[in-house]
C-alpha cells in the first residue's frame, strides 16, 4: 500500500478493499467490534438469572441492574462506535484535506482513548459485583461462563481501543508532518503519492 498520511494513498483514488483489511486500525476496529459483540451479548443472554422461589430474575452480578445494563451499554455504543469509525477508514482516503484528515485522527484519538477508559471502569464494575455476588442468588450457577466472558472482553477491549488510539497518534504525527511540510515548502510537490 502506497504511504502518506493515516496510510493513504492518493487522495480521490479507488478504494482498495484488501488494503483497508490489512491496515492494522482496521483490524483491531474488528476485534473491537467482535470484543463489544461478546460483552453485550452475553449479558443479554445469560446475565440475568432466578432463585427457585423468585419469578423475577436479577443480573448475575451480585443482583445489580447498573452492572448489567453498564455492560450493555458500553458494549452496544462501542459496536456502534466500531461501526462509524470503520466507515470513516474507508472513506479517509477520500479526504485531500490534511486539516480535515487532522480533525478525523484527532477524533479517532479522543474516542478511542474514552473507550480504553470506559472499558477500564467496565472490567473493574464487572468484576467488582461478581466478586461480591453471593452463593444463594445463584445455586446452579446458571450464566456464569458468560459473566466471565463478559468480564474478559471488556479487559481485551482495554487493549484494542489503547492500542487504537496508539496507532491514532502515530497517525497525528504523520499528518502534522506532512502539514508543516506544506507550510515549509508550499511550492514542492506533496509528499503523497
Known amino acids: ?31 473491537s467490534w467482535v470484543f463489544s459483540i461478546v460483552v453485550f451479548g ?9 432463585r427457585a422461589d423468585e419469578t423475577q430474575e436479577h443480573c448475575i452480578f451480585n443482583r445489580n441492574r447498573n452492572a448489567c445494563n453498564y455492560g450493555i451499554t458500553v458494549g452496544v455504543l462501542a459496536f456502534l462506535s466500531c461501526l462509524l469509525y470503520l466507515a470513516l477508514d ?12 487532522k480533525k478525523a485522527v484527532l477524533s479517532d484519538i479522543g474516542v478511542s482513548a474514552f ?8 472490567f473493574c464494575f464487572l468484576t467488582n459485583q461478581w466478586q461480591a455476588s453471593k452463593k444463594e442468588d445463584n445455586p446452579m450457577n446458571e450464566g456464569g461462563d458468560a459473566a466471565r466472558a463478559a468480564i474478559t ?41
Open 1 to 31: 500500500m502506497d504511504g502518506g498520511a493515516f496510510g493513504a494513498g492518493k487522495a480521490g483514488g479507488a478504494f482498495d478493499p484488501q488494503a483497508f483489511i490489512r491496515q492494522p486500525q482496521t483490524l483491531l476496529r474488528l476485534v
Open 42 to 50: 452475553s449479558i443479554v443472554n445469560e446475565g440475568y438469572v432466578n
Open 90 to 101: 474507508a472513506y479517509f482516503p477520500q479526504i485531500s484535506s490534511v486539516k480535515d484528515r
Open 115 to 122: 473507550w480504553a477508559f470506559l472499558w477500564f471502569v467496565g
Open 153 to 193: 472482553f471488556s479487559f481485551f477491549s482495554i487493549f484494542t481501543w489503547a492500542s487504537l488510539t496508539f496507532l491514532a497518534f502515530r497517525r497525528l504525527r504523520d499528518i502534522t508532518f506532512q502539514e508543516e511540510y506544506n507550510t515549509l515548502f508550499p511550492n514542492s510537490p506533496s509528499l503523497l503519492p
